[in-house]
């Protein structure tokens, strides 16, 4: 669906020069996963000079641009069956794929997934047909930082079904990463309904907490200090699960555990809290030496610990110091399971998929877990090669990032790096037109919007001939080709902003259809009501929105809680839905308005008339 403003005369002529052309229907996919194991990378841009691609199994190489087709192409590999991060470096400029549907969820860089499937067998974290557990992602209010905060719940095949507790198992993503990448990248869902479908794991609902609080209150987190995050897992997240889902609220029953940054602040969290977890997993990371009343009285840690296990590549650049970690540990006298790999392309999420899919055999099965504890080898020997983790490194991977968009007492501010570009601007729902940005002696763009009314509006780039998302706005629209930013703006209507509301969860759901094939879709139920005479409302994606779009950027969830808590609505099912539904009382379908501010004005008129 086009969700542009209408533009006028003078501002299309000025964007001709600025307007790539896309790939066609003709064209072949932008990827191609070739028999013999390669991939081949296609993508077209007719006024570009130079494009490469970027893909993590392979690296950066030079594309070259077919005489007859005008492709630009290559192909790379062989590659084993993953899932592989990858982008186009266009003139400098990185894009995700404007062809690819799956994204990698982050708070700055953007790039699409490959997913190279298993050629013998499909690989654990496949969607295979069996039953599968619903993802619910949540709306708190976090005491700690003074504002609502997300995390994602998983909830196991048989949850709906039974009256049970389940054990809960806290698993965090790394260093940009938002509280989505666990379930958009890592297949944490997948991978734990393969297991339990086939009798490998025990059921258990898993949430996936945001690791950087600090930059919903206007800072940045990244190695620094995770008190905020702590306070906010212990002190909020953690009362808010248990006291909306049925858990099992002992030690025995609570496992920690997460991937880069969010392995350090798993173990740091675990360790501390040994009253609270006895199930410890770190990908790829390490914690603090100096966290008090932990390694100086090892047979007391090691009686309250049923599974403390490591995993991290021999390739990976924190892994030297991960190793001098579990050294230590050793030393202490700690015990700790160790896993390395050397085949995964060292800090990835394909480590990260595989450390969690043996941990997971692991979990909630003391006698699993004790005999892989038994088992546990010795740190590795150090051979003296080994990659550490300093500031040096930290500051070469994650530089200080440019804040856009900004939001000040004069307005919104848009900011983009291309030091080479020649026409940078800024196109978007909010604007009559394109505005043209200003270059600064460091190569940032940027433009400022005095005058913007408060709602949620799609945005991009316009780098010279490139559509370019902003790389530093984590708030992506899943659309299924070309995906805009999207811009929140603090004051619009029906925004987060009632701290004694309490959100219903929107539930992604997926289903194997008769054929074989993945259906997905959501449902927004009003928490505390039985939805199973409620009227359904079905919010169908049109064009090339996905059915996250009606959540993702009409918020309808937020609408649908705030109208009922106003007494403005009455009770219904939110269906966000790729197909019309027959049963619906009231459908709306998004391409049938020309911006998502029609579409939310829609929604509520719909919702008022119930």
């Known amino acids: 669906m086009t969700?542009?403003?209408?533009?006028?005369?003078?501002?299309?002529?000025?964007?001709?020069?600025?307007?790539?052309?896309?790939?066609?229907?003709?064209?072949?996919?932008?990827?191609?996963?070739?028999?013999?194991?390669?991939?081949?990378?296609?993508?077209?841009n007719d006024l570009a000079k130079e494009v490469m691609v970027d893909v993590q199994f392979a690296g950066r190489h030079s594309m070259e641009r077919d005489s007859v087709s005008g492709l630009w192409t290559v192909t790379l590999g062989p590659a084993a069956p993953d899932m592989y991060p990858y982008c186009f470096v266009v003139d400098g400029v990185s894009i995700m794929d404007p062809k690819c549907s799956q994204w990698f969820?982050?708070?700055?860089?953007?790039?699409?997934?490959?997913?190279?499937?298993?050629?013998?067998?499909?690989?654990?974290?496949?969607?295979?047909?069996?039953?599968?557990?619903?993802?619910?992602?949540?709306?708190?209010?976090?005491?700690?930082?003074?504002?609502?905060?997300?995390?994602?719940?998983?909830?196991?095949?048989?949850?709906?079904?039974?009256?049970?507790?389940?054990?809960?198992?806290?698993?965090i993503s790394g260093t940009t990463d938002t509280e989505e990448v666990y379930y958009k990248v890592g297949r944490m869902n997948y991978i734990l309904d393969n297991l339990i479908a086939q009798g490998e794991a025990k059921e258990m609902i898993v949430v996936l907490p945001y690791g950087?609080?600090?930059?919903?209150?206007?800072?940045?987190?990244?190695?620094?200090?995770?008190?905020?995050?702590?306070?906010?897992?212990?002190?909020?997240?953690?009362?808010?699960?248990?006291?909306?889902?049925?858990?099992?609220?002992?030690?025995?029953?609570?496992a920690i555990g997460g991937f880069s940054r969010g392995g350090n602040q798993a173990?740091?969290?675990?360790?501390?809290?040994?009253?609270?977890?006895?199930?410890?997993?770190?990908?790829?990371?390490?914690?603090?030496?100096?966290?008090?009343?932990?390694?100086?009285?090892?047979?007391?840690?090691?009686?309250?610990?049923?599974?403390?296990?490591?995993?991290?590549?021999?390739?990976d650049f924190l892994y030297g110091t991960a190793r001098d970690y579990t050294e230590f540990l050793d030393r202490k006298g700690i015990r700790c399971v160790k896993e390395y790999t050397d085949d995964k392309f060292g800090h990835t999420w394909m480590n990260a998929k595989y450390f969690l899919a043996k941990t997971m055999?692991?979990?909630?099965?003391?006698?699993a877990s004790a005999e892989a504890m038994k088992n546990a080898q010795p740190t590795k020997a150090k051979t003296g090669n080994e990659q550490q983790f300093t500031p040096g490194v930290m500051a070469r991977l994650f530089p200080r990032p440019i804040v856009s968009p900004e939001f000040t007492t004069d307005g919104v501010t848009f900011r983009f790096k291309a030091p080479s570009a020649e026409c940078v601007m800024l196109d978007g729902e909010m604007l009559n037109g394109p505005h043209k940005m200003e270059r600064d002696s460091d190569g940032v763009w940027s433009v400022t919007?005095?005058?913007?009314?408060?709602?949620?509006?799609?945005?991009?780039?316009?780098?010279?001939?490139?559509?370019?998302?902003?790389?530093?706005?984590?708030?992506?629209?899943?659309?299924r080709g070309f995906k805009r930013s999207v811009l929140n703006m603090p004051d619009a209507p029906f925004s987060v902003n009632n701290a004694r509301l309490n959100y219903s969860p929107v539930a992604y759901k997926a289903e194997t259809t008769a054929n074989g094939e993945s259906r997905f879709y959501a449902t927004v139920s009003p928490l505390g009501i039985d939805a199973t005479s409620l009227p359904v409302v079905a919010l169908v994606a049109g064009g090339n929105d996905t059915f996250e779009s009606?959540?993702?950027?009409?918020?309808?969830?937020?609408?649908?809680?705030?109208?009922?808590?106003?007494?403005?609505?009455?009770?219904?099912?939110?269906?966000?839905?790729?197909?019309?539904?027959?049963?619906?009382?009231?459908?709306?379908?998004?391409?049938?308005?020309?911006?998502?501010?029609?579409?939310?004005?829609?929604?509520?008129?719909a919702l008022s008339n119930l």
């Not at 306070?231 to 909020?236: A, I, Q």
């Not at 809680?561 to 009382?585: F, I, R, T, W």
């Open 449 to 479: 919007l005095t005058d913007v009314t408060p709602d949620v509006y799609c945005y991009n780039f316009v780098v010279d001939d490139l559509q370019v998302v902003d790389p530093q706005n984590m708030y992506l629209a899943p659309d």
């Open 3 to 44: 969700k542009h403003m209408l533009v006028s005369a003078l501002a299309t002529l000025s964007m001709v020069a600025c307007t790539q052309r896309p790939m066609t229907v003709e064209d072949p996919a932008s990827t191609v996963v070739n028999a013999d194991g390669t991939v081949t990378f296609n993508y077209r």
């Open 105 to 171: 969820p982050n708070e700055g860089f953007k790039n699409s997934l490959l997913d190279i499937p298993g050629s013998d067998a499909p690989l654990i974290h496949s969607i295979q047909p069996v039953a599968h557990g619903d993802v619910e992602y949540v709306t708190y209010y976090s005491e700690t930082i003074k504002a609502y905060s997300n995390a994602l719940v998983y909830l196991p095949p048989s949850y709906a079904a039974s009256d049970k507790s389940y054990p809960v198992f806290y698993l």
């Open 550 to 605: 009606w959540y993702k950027i009409a918020h309808a969830n937020l609408i649908l809680d705030q109208m009922m808590a106003e007494g403005k609505c009455k009770p219904c099912v939110l269906y966000l839905v790729e197909q019309p539904m027959a049963n619906a009382a009231v459908q709306l379908v998004s391409s049938d308005y020309m911006t998502w501010s029609d579409a939310r004005k829609a929604l509520v008129e």
């Open 267 to 315: 173990l740091m969290n675990g360790l501390m809290n040994l009253d609270k977890f006895s199930y410890l997993c770190s990908y790829s990371s390490f914690t603090s030496t100096e966290l008090p009343k932990v390694y100086d009285n090892a047979k007391a840690t090691n009686s309250k610990i049923n599974l403390f296990w490591t995993g991290v590549g021999t390739d």
């Open 212 to 254: 950087n609080p600090m930059k919903l209150v206007g800072s940045t987190d990244m190695l620094g200090s995770n008190d905020l995050f702590s306070e906010d897992l212990v002190g909020s997240l953690m009362p808010y699960v248990e006291s909306h889902y049925r858990t099992a609220n002992d030690r025995e029953n609570r």
């Open 361 to 367: 055999r692991l979990l909630f099965n003391p006698e």
